[in-house]
């Protein structure tokens, strides 16, 4: 099985149609994300969501 890498606070990570967020708060199975760039016609609640581990990948600047 491939360990996941996990991102940390700070980081940038890229999920669901090329939104970008900056991890506010992670835990064993997801991270909290602050939204900085959204071309989706998805929407969230302050600008903040919970992705899985699984779901995202790290950018790295």
Do not use: W
């Not at 360990?3 to 991890?23: M, N, P, Q, S």
């Not at 900085?36 to 609640?45: D, L, M």
């Not at 600008?47 to 600047?61: A, G, M, P």
């Amino acid at each position: 099985m491939d360990e996941i890498k996990k991102a940390v606070i700070g980081e940038k990570v890229l999920f669901d149609e090329g939104i970008i967020g900056v991890v506010e708060k992670a835990s064993d199975h997801a991270v909290i994300v602050k939204i900085i760039k959204n071309p989706s016609r998805q929407e969230f609640a302050n600008d903040k969501t919970v992705v899985s581990h699984r779901k995202y990948k790290i950018i790295i600047d």
